[in-house]
């Protein structure tokens, strides 16, 4: 199954959002997958310097591709299917892959969650669902 | 005797109304009084234009009812740091209005397709199906035959007119796709079932309109219905190539970004294909590397003006993201494409002339987003409702509250994945409402309350509204049948 790479052509909102929040600060509270990238899609000063440490970022579990997985998708915002707008599910570019320590209990989509795990920022495609991520979360927990 | 009083009183009052109105009255020099009366003189002075539309522009926001224009409006003049209230968007000045019933023949809630549909060929028809009247039973491709329905692009070049089409959605998607494909399913973009002979996917059906030359120009989202799966984001399993058969076998210009949108030249002879996205193009609050939907008509018009000539032309324009953002319960990502929408309409009427043209403005649906109240003047229209004061015009700053003692925003959903109800572990949907800042709500990403928890918004029956200026726009009027919007149209068009 081909998944769209979330790593797209741009983040939702991202002009809106003040890039000046640091490192510190960042840690301090969970960021969002949002802050992660610039609009052109490219990462963030904040995701460059978050890589390689562990991190939380809050946000929202998408659907689980398929059961019993360690590995979910965080998304920006609760991740609505729109019947009318899409003939199948289309990623937004605000996401983040997730690989769990443990199998995934999955969350409602409309509640939030903060998910903590190292950040890794290069390209993998998960050998199971297809899905192809250039930046995602390892060995990670969520609550 | 009360009726002899009453037809007495009538007559003095019609006798003496005028000038009491302007000379006596103690209200005659208050601001809104005085507005209203240049209102009424300006209506005066109106003239009804019957000459023929030499051009026709159908500018159609997806999913932008009364309510979500309301939204608009109010977020456009806030953004513009009044109180948004008094604000006017681009449309609202054009003389003619009419409210639209949008329903479809089957469905009371309608869709995109049936009501493009509605708009685009004069009859109205079944939820789901594009091109096509209701005796067609949807996704059966063998109830085709005998059931398909001319759109007004086809009716237009028939008269040897220039045709375009533009939208921020995909352009096969269902209102871009009423100006040229009968389909038995809106969702037939790259393919049809085994064993249907009757018609060819929707993709394949705008490239033979341009090889016609029914369209002239064709600019959107989409591009992975163009593409096949061998190619990275595609979509079409029949292996082929729509955009080289474009490029190749019809000499078409093609544009996918900013840098070959730039190249493209309008007075050329050739058709213009432009797809911007592999699916639906950006929200305007995300948009990068593509055009915006005002660059995209104006291009577009610039375009037809030269291919059509003398004989002028019809071009469609849809902003199609105001509802995938309804959809999404996210409003603060709807008004900015409402307001990328304005803006195209005011492009549009600034590089026509009233007097040949006929630009004709609506929704095709509604959505179920209401408004709370009583929010004092100024409440951000994305953020919270703040109480009226008694002693300013602005809002008192302190936020009404629900009895949950909770404040709540100005738009609210009906239903979508900004339910505030979730599933416990046994299943069962509970929840009570966040206590949201004003902060939070108007925060981009920020989805509005809802009731009833579903993953997509959902449209809504309720009217929408028609504005139109140009020739025999005046015959908007009242209350119409969406379908009508179309006989007014060809009615302008064909006009002796």
Known sequence: ?143 | MTRTLTASTFALAAATAMPAFAQDLPQTGNEWFIAAQDTVAAALERQQNTDRALNIILMVSDGNGVGSNYATRLFAGQQAGNFGDEHVLPFETFPNLALVKTYNVNSQTPDSAGTGTAMMSGVKTNIGVVGVTSEVVRGDCSTLEGNTVASFNEIADGMGKATGIVSTARITHATPASAYAKSVDRNFEDAVPEGCESQSDIAQQLLAAMEAGVIDVAMGGGMRHFLPESEEGGRRADGQNLVEVAQNELGAQFASDMVTFGEIDPEADAPILGLFEMSHMMYEADRNDEPSLAEMTEAAITALQAKGGENGFFLQVEAGRVDHANHAGNAARMVRDGMAFAEAVALADEMTDDADTLIVVTADHEHSLAFNGYCGRGSDILGLCMTASDDQVEHSGEPELGADEKPYTVIGYLNGPGSILVPNDEGEFTGTRADVTNEEATDIDYLQQALIPKSSESHSGEDVAVYAKGPFAHLYDGTIEQNVIFHVMHHAMTAE
């Not at chain 1, 959002?17 to 609009?39: F, G, N, S, V």
């Not at chain 1, 190292?118 to 390892?138: K, N």
């Open chain 1, 1 to 143: 199954m081909h998944r769209r790479c979330f790593l797209g052509r741009t983040t939702a909102g991202l002009a809106l959002i003040p890039l000046t929040r640091t490192l510190a600060a960042a840690q301090e509270q969970p960021i969002m997958p949002r802050e992660l990238y610039d609009r052109d899609g490219s990462f963030s000063d904040i995701a460059r310097s978050m890589a390689g440490q562990r991190v939380r970022l809050e946000g929202y579990m998408a659907p689980p591709l398929k059961a019993e997985a360690q590995f979910f998708v965080l998304t920006q915002r609760p991740m609505a299917v729109c019947p009318f707008c899409e003939t199948s599910a289309d990623w937004p570019d605000d996401i983040l892959a997730v690989y769990t320590k443990r199998t995934v209990d999955p969350v409602y989509y409309t509640v939030e969650l903060v998910a903590e795990g190292i950040l890794v920022l290069d390209e993998y495609r998960d050998p199971e669902t297809g899905f192809l991520s250039q930046a995602r979360l390892e060995d990670a927990t969520y609550s």
